[in-house]
């Protein structure tokens, strides 16, 4: 039996009262498991360690179990759905095959949803969360009533989903092992394409290819919103049925986010509204952006009074332009950045672009690699990359113990001095524990 046969109805999953999530502290997958809890469904999932999403969801009312095991799964489960970094071997996956339960991805469960409604996908390997949330505050204040689905949580909501009346549906379109092609966009955005999960992908000419096939998915009467200039872009754009919008040519407004980077999503964003006829009021509700959690967030301050932001920049390009925007922002203030490696691949195989990434930081604290979905192979570490780092800027060091981080800034940092961590993983609990 498949998933399809169970939920593709009209009103999504109406006949299903039990779910099982795989990876429920994932950010997708819990946003399908708050949709779940909402329609008054029971919500069970794992995960391999305690979070802040998962811990939401408990608090929603579903089960959460710490650990992938085969008793996790209830026999009455009705549909199981699991994050793409599950691999085939995962006990609960192998007791739902098993059982004959019908398993489900979190993109093709998503793609469902697609289906039903008028789809804005928001895709591209830097910006897409943060473009997914100023169209959602901007859909939300002119009052489209959308459902939404995003990767962090909406400030003024404070969640990752938002269940909509309206016909449309906004939702960020992940990459990763090509989650993105289950989505049916009326409209996909492109933020940009670089050289990210190569580990999956192995080379930039295959992220490539996955664009093109997620650009041939929208309609003739569709649009694909882009930088068709931009030399990584312009290739996949030949396999374009809709009609391509050049979102450069939008007006650049003043943001109270700070980065040239954010600019261009928000210029992306008015190439939307400017289709769905929303133009007057995006422009209003992006000039009073603030962010979303983990993007450039204000988190509090030391007892000595140092600001603390945190970010979720993992790639070179986004620890770049986070270093940029802040530097833009504090010009004259000393800038720490802690910054936590997400996973052994991307650390190695981008190793000579993140050594380049950290220049404008007056120090670089490096901690160990956030190992997320892999197996330490023991061909990368930390301190390899701090010698690469100290190749272009000196001040930078390794620190394992997130305990002797918080003891070097609270005796290094003074008023006014801008700590930044940086990173995937749980970098941020620094952060809030720095917070007086």
């Not at 919500?43 to 999403?53: C, H, K, P, W, Y």
């Not at 993105?180 to 955005?189: A, T």
């Not at 981080?405 to 609270?410: A, D, F, N, W």
């Amino acid at each position: 039996m498949n998933m399809i046969g169970a939920i593709n109805s009209k009103n999504m999953f109406e006949n299903i009262k039990k779910v099982h999530f795989i990876g429920i502290g994932g950010i997708g997958v819990s946003a399908l498991a708050k949709m779940m809890l909402l329609q008054k469904k029971k919500a069970t999932g794992s995960d391999l360690r305690v979070n802040i999403v998962n811990q939401r969801i408990k608090k929603l009312g579903g089960k959460v179990f710490i650990g992938h095991k085969k008793s996790n799964l209830a026999k009455d489960t009705d549909v199981v759905i699991y994050s793409p970094a599950i691999k085939d071997d995962n006990p609960e996956l192998v007791e739902a095959k098993k059982l004959k339960i019908p398993t489900y991805s979190c993109p093709q469960a998503l793609g469902l949803i697609s289906k039903e409604k008028y789809t804005i996908a928001l895709s591209g390997t830097h910006g897409k969360t943060t473009t997914t949330a100023m169209l959602a505050e901007v859909m939300i204040s002119a009052k489209k009533s959308p459902t939404i689905i995003i990767g962090s949580f909406l400030r003024k909501q404070k969640d990752n989903f938002v269940s909509g009346k309206g016909k449309y549906f906004v939702v960020e379109a992940c990459e990763y092992k090509k989650s993105f092609l289950s989505i049916n966009p009326d409209i996909l955005v492109i933020t940009n394409i670089d050289n990210d999960h190569l580990d999956y992908f192995k080379n930039l000419k295959n992220i490539q290819k996955a664009f093109a096939q997620l650009i041939s998915k929208v309609p003739q009467g569709g649009f694909v919103i882009c930088n068709p200039k931009d030399p990584k872009i312009k290739p996949v754009l030949k396999s374009a049925k809709a009609k391509i919008v050049d979102y450069t040519k939008e007006k650049k407004l003043k943001l109270k986010v700070p980065g040239d980077h954010n600019i261009q999503n928000a210029q992306a964003v008015l190439a939307v509204a400017k289709i769905l006829k929303i133009k007057q009021e995006a422009e209003k509700s992006l000039k009073k952006y603030l962010g979303v959690w983990r993007r450039f967030e204000y988190k509090g301050k030391t007892k000595k009074g140092a600001l603390i932001y945190d970010d979720y920049a993992h790639h070179p390009s986004e620890v770049q332009a986070t270093i940029k925007a802040t530097r833009e922002k504090f010009p004259k203030q000393k800038i720490f950045i802690i910054f936590q490696p997400h996973l052994y691949s991307r650390t190695k195989l981008l190793l000579n672009d993140f050594a380049q990434s950290f220049n404008q930081a007056d120090q670089v604290i490096i901690t160990d690699i956030y190992a997320a979905r892999e197996k330490d192979t023991g061909l990368i570490h930390a301190k390899d990359l701090v010698e690469e780092i100290s190749k272009y800027n000196p001040f930078v060091f390794y620190r394992s113990n997130f305990k002797e981080i918080i003891e070097y800034l609270k005796e290094n940092t003074s008023k006014d001095d801008i700590i930044m961590t940086m990173g995937a993983g749980d970098v941020y609990e620094i952060g809030e524990k720095l917070i007086s």
